[in-house]
């Protein structure tokens, strides 16, 4: 085999991954549960960048209606319930596969089956890390031994506070800490 066909095979093979590994960090990725697995089960099973890439999704998908001054509320709308939610409430839906309504919401730790000062302080870790806040997460994500490995190092870029009027616009630098982590294996 001549070399500029070995150098055009491997330039082939180099331009692939770059489109895969741009499709997976557009579209974004999470680990996969095994849907027996309790909510405790798998955060045990997450990475930190597994934690923010479900932070991100759940918020370009959300489960109820995104309002970042609410860990969970109702609001009526035309007549209408809805249920509303910060970044935590949605990813709280995402791992625990579940959706919140007007008869659950505020009984959060009872629908994902976890002991409620769990889910407070997680809930607050999830808060502080939308708002760009890694230190007051990592104190809070640091105390519990089912979440203490989803602590994020020193990242070397500001990071944005998500909003509930603009947060759609900050998320990629959610996503970018989501692929730098991934990169490091954490």
Known sequence: MKLANVFKRVKLWDLYLAVVIWAKREKGWEVCFKKEWSFVERLKAMKASDLVQVMVNSLKAPAVRVNMHTFGDIIVEDGQIVCIGCAATNSICRIGEVKFDYKTIYNRAAVVKVNKDLLVEFEEAIDNLRKGELRQYNNLISRNKETHH???????????????????????????????????GL
């Open 150 to 184: 989803l602590a994020i190092p020193e990242y070397p870029k500001t990071l944005p506070c998500l909003n509930t009027e603009d947060y759609e616009k900050n998320l990629h630098a959610y996503q970018d800490l989501a692929y730098w982590l991934r990169k490091r």
